[in-house]
């Protein structure tokens, strides 16, 4: 069992070699830059391969109208700014301070695999492989669901771009690709279960932002929301899901500064509030921003 321990990456550890480090370094950059210049590049441009229906990112969104149809320019600054944010994020792993770098590396593994991911979804997307898609995102739910729960009280430079930000996407994208995935998306039956699902997100929200006092988490899909919303309402005026999804959004925003507002104002550790270590040696860390 010990053995199995030092070989698997996605153990938890407190301390990380040298030479691991090293590897989480190049492996994160690599990573990292696949899944940047796929979505980037796949974001405009349709693939050139395949036998079957092909288009950009924002093509097979608007092409396949649902209930869970993104607003492209929103979604999109979302993921630019939380590309950005990862950057920051692997810069940590340069730091020359040896706490930052080991909470950094803690998490790589999962983050690694998610940008891994992350490009699988975006080239099956394309592609119109829209089951393998959703297989590709019911994973990466599950592993960042994991690196969530076991790793959840880390500094907000780690948690935001490396946890919550993915997650949040990755649980929206569900319904998103889902509701392609199934055929008649525009029946009167598929609407009303729109009308349902969509607030799994409002669930979803308050249960991090409540009791992980999770701000990120509640921002991240309040941002989501208002894409969704946005792209209905242009799309059909007279129809529930885009009350719903603003609905959703404006809530989870008044929801996300009830928790984020005293953060920032220094009245209590967001941090600690969240969820406190089992581990008495890692509160300095909780403390670092």
């Not at 695999?113 to 739910?141: C, D, P």
């Amino acid at each position: 069992m010990e053995r199995f321990h030092q070989i698997n990456p996605f153990a938890k550890r407190e301390s990380h070699t040298t030479t691991s480090i090293t590897t989480y370094k190049v492996l994160t950059i690599l990573s990292w830059l696949l899944a940047v210049v796929t979505s980037v590049y796949y974001d405009t441009h349709a693939p050139t391969d395949g036998k079957y229906h092909r288009g950009s990112i924002w093509h097979q969104n608007y092409h396949h109208y649902s209930g869970f149809t993104q607003n492209a320019v929103i979604t999109s600054i979302y993921w630019a700014v939380l590309f950005i944010l990862q950057l920051v994020y692997v810069s940590h792993l340069f730091s020359s301070n040896s706490t930052s770098v080991n909470a950094a590396a803690s998490v790589g593994s999962h983050f690694i695999l998610n940008n891994l991911l992350q490009f699988a979804f975006v080239m099956l997307f394309v592609r119109s492989h829209f089951i393998w898609a959703e297989i590709i995102l019911i994973i990466n739910f599950f592993n960042l669901s994991s690196l969530y729960f076991r790793h959840n009280a880390y500094p907000r430079f780690i948690h935001g771009p490396a946890v919550s930000g993915p997650l949040a996407w990755t649980f929206v994208a569900i319904y998103w690709n889902g509701a392609i995935m199934v055929p008649y998306q525009g029946t009167l039956v598929a609407r009303v279960f729109a009308n349902i699902f969509i607030w799994s997100i409002l669930g979803y929200g308050l249960f991090f932002i409540f009791f992980y006092k999770d701000y990120t988490m509640g921002f991240a899909l309040s941002v989501l929301s208002a894409s969704l919303g946005v792209a209905q309402f242009f799309r059909q005026i007279v129809a529930f899901q885009w009350i719903f999804a603003f609905t959703i959004m404006a809530v989870l925003f008044v929801a996300t500064l009830l928790v984020a507002v005293p953060a920032w104002t220094g009245n209590e550790s967001f941090l600690t509030r969240r969820r406190e270590p089992a581990d008495a040696e890692r509160a300095p860390l909780l403390g670092e921003n």
